[in-house]
């Protein structure tokens, strides 16, 4: 999978999520709980949304790389093509 | 012969418009099987009947906005037995719909085998349509249907797309979401003596004990600390009664069971506190897959009018992303509510050296009318202890 796609996947699980914000308007380097307003429960389903798209296990302690969109999606990126 | 009735919608709503029917006349319903969804401040709430039978015929049409306690329609019980009509409730109905109800049809037996197939009633075939509270809420108050909304890329419908759909003229126009929390915490404010304590606890353990139990399991099993709450309210209320439970005409009457409310924020403003039946009963995981549902259901803007009215105590959680602690004001009829601060790494004396801990701050909130400080104090402690023994929870 191209990282574009990748990119994609993600803005769509979180368009999911926060439906009433646009990934356009956020900053992809600040905290991403903070800029799509998401608590940790939001966040679990997020987790459990791409773990399920992508066959990956998103363990817990990998939290502290999926801090921010770019985190994720460089996390994601690398996941995937390891 | 009995009346399906508008429930209860908790203590801020007297009223909701029916926007859709789920059961047509002539269809078995059985207990537990939603029947139709109401629009109200909150979002869309579905109906639950609590009988077996068949439904009879609608007592008021979509699109009237009825109180609490309307018959909605007529069930048939499932032995069939002709009891009599009540003319006098179902003119009742009449009286107190709102909006100009329609007649109530008359009360005529029918073939038990003869389903009367209605073309008109509105229906939303397969997946439930994709929208968000906000936008939910704007059609309805703008008598949008929410057919006319349904997009062909299944997409989820925002508060944009209503505005754009009404012509944007509406932008000013409140939501009431805010108007119901208003009116249900100026009645607690007025009716409910508060008294309020704080404590400050290590909850380390509660935290490794998820960090532990997470570390093999997929995302889907995993635990929040947020059940742990729930299960170590509900384990201490069995020796505190006094705050689980409801004070109605000036009696306190506690409840067996607990039905904690779990307080969701709402995307988009507001507030909702749910309840997650008989708390006490789940173990962890099952309490995790309630809490997940409800906040999906929540999100989604449509949950069941139990979930409104039965909460016998509040749980709020500040989460990971709040502030150290939080004063609750409790919901009526419940008397107590309980608030847990973010967990935060603070110094702390642990067997007697000073130490980096995970610490958090557990509020409550009671009502003098039934408790005192004193009780109320233990109480927190008993949660407290709860959370020192996360395994056994």
Same mark, same amino acid.
């Not at chain 2, 016998?312 to 919901?331: A, E, K, N, P, W």
């Given at each position: 999978?191209?990282?574009?796609?990748?990119?994609?996947?993600?803005?769509?699980?979180?368009?999911?999520?926060?439906?009433?914000?646009?990934?356009?308007?956020?900053?992809?380097?600040?905290?991403?709980?903070?800029?799509?307003?998401?608590?940790?429960?939001?966040?679990?389903?997020?987790?459990?949304?791409?773990?399920?798209?992508?066959?990956?296990?998103?363990?817990?302690?990998?939290?502290?790389?999926?801090?921010?969109?770019?985190?994720?999606?460089?996390?994601?990126?690398?996941?995937?093509?390891? | 012969?009995?009346?399906?009735?508008?429930?209860?919608?908790?203590?801020?709503?007297?009223?909701?418009?029916?926007?859709?029917?789920?059961?047509?006349?002539?269809?078995?319903?059985?207990?537990?099987?939603?029947?139709?969804?109401?629009?109200?401040?909150?979002?869309?709430?579905?109906?639950?009947?609590?009988?077996?039978?068949?439904?009879?015929?609608?007592?008021? %049409?979509?699109?009237?906005?009825?109180?609490?306690?309307?018959?909605?329609?007529?069930?048939?019980?499932?032995?069939?037995?002709?009891?009599?009509?009540?003319?006098?409730?179902?003119?009742?109905?009449?009286?107190?719909? %709102?909006?100009?109800?329609?007649?109530?049809?008359?009360?005529?037996?029918?073939?038990?085998?003869?389903?009367?197939?209605?073309?008109?009633?509105?229906?939303?075939?397969?997946?439930?349509?994709?929208?968000?509270?906000?936008?939910?809420?704007? =059609?309805?108050?703008?008598?949008?249907?929410?057919?006319? #909304?349904?997009?062909?890329?299944?997409?989820?419908?925002?508060?944009?797309?209503?505005?754009?759909?009404?012509?944007?003229?509406?932008?000013?126009?409140?939501?009431?979401?805010?108007?119901?929390?208003?009116?249900?915490?100026?009645?607690?404010?007025? %009716?409910?003596?508060?008294?309020?304590?704080?404590?400050?606890?290590?909850?380390?353990?509660? &935290?490794?004990?998820?960090? %532990?139990? +997470?570390? +093999?399991?997929?995302?889907?099993?995993?635990?929040?600390?947020?059940?742990?709450?729930?299960?170590?309210?509900?384990?201490?209320?069995?020796?505190?009664?006094?705050?689980?439970?409801?004070?109605?005409?000036?009696?306190?009457?506690?409840?067996?069971?607990?039905?904690?409310?779990?307080?969701?924020?709402?995307?988009?403003?507001? #507030?909702?506190?749910?309840?997650?039946?008989?708390?006490?009963? /789940?173990?962890? +995981?099952? #309490?995790?897959?309630?809490?997940?549902?409800?906040?999906?259901?929540?999100?989604?803007?449509?949950?069941?009018?139990?979930?409104?009215?039965?909460?016998?105590?509040?749980?709020?959680?500040?989460?990971? /992303?709040? &502030?150290?602690?939080?004063?609750?004001?409790?919901?009526?009829?419940? &008397?107590?509510?309980?608030?847990?601060?973010?967990?935060?790494?603070?110094?702390?004396?642990?067997?007697?050296?000073?130490?980096?801990?995970?610490?958090?701050?557990?509020?409550?909130?009671?009502?003098?009318?039934?408790?005192?400080?004193?009780?109320? =104090?233990?109480?927190?402690?008993?949660?407290?202890?709860?959370?020192?023994?996360?395994?056994?929870?």
């Amino acid at each position: 999978m191209k990282p574009a796609e990748i990119q994609i996947a993600l803005k769509e699980e979180l368009h999911r999520i926060a439906p009433d914000i646009e990934v356009t308007e956020i900053d992809p380097a600040a905290d991403l709980r903070e800029e799509f307003d998401i608590d940790s429960i939001d966040f679990l389903t997020l987790v459990t949304a791409l773990g399920k798209r992508f066959d990956l296990a998103m363990p817990e302690a990998d939290y502290a790389h999926m801090g921010t969109f770019n985190d994720l999606l460089t996390y994601l990126v690398g996941s995937l093509h390891k | 012969m009995s009346d399906f009735l508008m429930p209860s919608l908790g203590a801020d709503m007297e009223a909701g418009t029916l926007v859709e029917w789920l059961k047509e006349p002539g269809e078995t319903v059985k207990r537990g099987d939603i029947v139709a969804v109401v629009e109200t401040q909150k979002g869309a709430i579905e109906i639950e009947i609590f009988e077996n039978g068949v439904l009879e015929s609608y007592l008021v %049409e979509i699109g009237n906005k009825v109180p609490v306690g309307t018959p909605l329609a007529i069930i048939r019980g499932k032995d069939a037995t002709i009891e009599e009509a009540k003319p006098e409730r179902k003119a009742e109905a009449a009286k107190t719909a %709102e909006a100009a109800a329609p007649q109530p049809p008359e009360c005529v037996e029918k073939a038990p085998d003869a389903p009367a197939k209605s073309s008109k009633t509105p229906r939303i075939e397969g997946e439930r349509l994709r929208i968000t509270p906000a936008a939910r809420r704007l =059609a309805a108050q703008s008598g949008i249907s929410l057919e006319m #909304l349904s997009n062909a890329s299944n997409d989820i419908i925002s508060l944009s797309d209503v505005e754009e759909r009404i012509g944007g003229t509406v932008a000013s126009e409140k939501f009431s979401m805010r108007d119901a929390i208003a009116a249900a915490m100026s009645r607690s404010k007025r %009716e409910i003596p508060h008294y309020y304590l704080s404590h400050t606890t290590d909850i380390s353990v509660a &935290v490794n004990f998820v960090a %532990e139990t +997470n570390k +093999n399991r997929a995302p889907e099993e995993r635990l929040l600390l947020g059940a742990l709450y729930l299960k170590a309210v509900a384990k201490a209320l069995s020796k505190y009664p006094e705050f689980n439970g409801h004070f109605t005409d000036n009696v306190y009457h506690e409840s067996s069971a607990v039905h904690a409310g779990m307080a969701i924020n709402i995307r988009g403003g507001g #507030l909702v506190a749910p309840a997650i039946h008989d708390t006490e009963s /789940r173990d962890l +995981n099952e #309490l995790m897959t309630a809490m997940r549902d409800l906040i999906i259901r929540v999100r989604a803007g449509r949950f069941r009018a139990r979930e409104l009215s039965d909460a016998t105590i509040t749980i709020t959680s500040l989460g990971d /992303r709040g &502030v150290d602690q939080l004063f609750g004001i409790i919901y009526p009829p419940q &008397v107590a509510i309980i608030g847990i601060g973010t967990p935060a790494r603070r110094p702390w004396v642990h067997d007697g050296i000073l130490v980096p801990r995970e610490v958090a701050t557990l509020t409550l909130a009671a009502d003098h009318r039934v408790s005192d400080g004193h009780r109320g =104090a233990l109480f927190l402690r008993a949660i407290d202890k709860q959370l020192q023994s996360p395994e056994a929870l």
